[in-house]
């Protein structure tokens, strides 16, 4: 079956503007994950979800990152006022339910000039 | 609060030669332990993971790890590897009651022939 997807694959974008970053879990996961991956560095959580609701947000850095799960699969990771230290690799992962293997989006690499 | 230490940032090694990349981590909680591999360009893929029983785990591509708790460390072996195992290596470990999981800063594997 199909894998979790993430789109765009590429964003660039000038500082101060706002950027969505979509993600389409795979059928049937109820948990799903944000993780950012800077350059060099392991992917560093931002929030995770179960069904609709955000069960762990501890992860984002500030209030200019938000994210939503509105039906309980496809997310959308939303950063206002883009700053260049926001550039990263954004990965999408979901799971069955929470704590079970999570599976891996190729990722959405963002890069604010 | 979770950590993982990968103790080496890059392995070379010859084809048909074993590799070893260590793993160690901190945690107040019980965990579970995973492995996953990167590519280039390609997205995170899980290779192996520790969720209890036996401490040896056997994964894809020939790949094995042990848990040692006295110890808090999840090293992974191979005892061959090809020029096709190079490639960047991540450990990470979650809670047993937590989705989210909190990775090291990786190894890049090089084989070379």
């Known amino acids: 079956g199909a894998g979790v997807s993430q789109t765009p694959s590429n964003k660039v974008t000038e500082k101060g503007k706002y950027v969505e970053l979509r993600c389409d879990p795979i059928?049937?996961?109820?948990?799903l994950y944000w993780y950012r991956q800077s350059l060099g560095q392991g992917p560093e959580f931002l929030i995770y979800?179960?069904?609709?609701?955000?069960?762990?947000d501890s992860g984002l850095p500030n209030d200019r990152f938000f994210a939503v799960r509105p039906e309980g699969s496809v997310s959308t990771l939303k950063i206002q006022r883009t700053e260049r230290g926001d550039s990263a690799v954004y990965l999408c992962?979901?799971?069955?339910?929470?704590?079970?293997?999570?599976?891996f989006g190729p990722g959405t690499r963002l890069t604010v000039t | 609060a979770q950590s993982v230490t990968q103790l080496d940032s890059q392995v070379p090694v010859f084809e048909e030669a074993p590799v070893e990349l260590r793993c160690n981590y901190s945690?107040?909680?019980?965990?579970?332990l995973f492995w996953y591999v990167q590519y280039p360009n390609q997205g995170l893929q899980l290779l192996l993971k520790?969720?209890?029983?036996?401490?040896l785990v056997k994964g894809i591509n020939g790949f094995e790890a042990e848990f040692n708790k006295s110890q808090t460390s999840f090293h992974l072996r191979k005892p061959s590897v090809h020029i096709s195992d190079t490639a960047e290596y991540f450990c990470?470990?979650?809670?047993?009651?937590?989705?989210?999981?909190?990775f090291g800063d990786g190894t890049t594997l090089t084989v070379k022939p």
């Open positions: 992962a979901s799971s069955l339910k929470a704590t079970y293997e999570q599976y």
């Open positions: 059928s049937g996961h109820t948990a």
């Open positions: 979800f179960q069904g609709t609701g955000a069960a762990d």
């Open positions: 945690s107040s909680v019980s965990v579970y």
């Open positions: 520790y969720l209890s029983g036996s401490t």
């Open positions: 990470a470990v979650s809670s047993t009651n937590a989705g989210k999981s909190t």
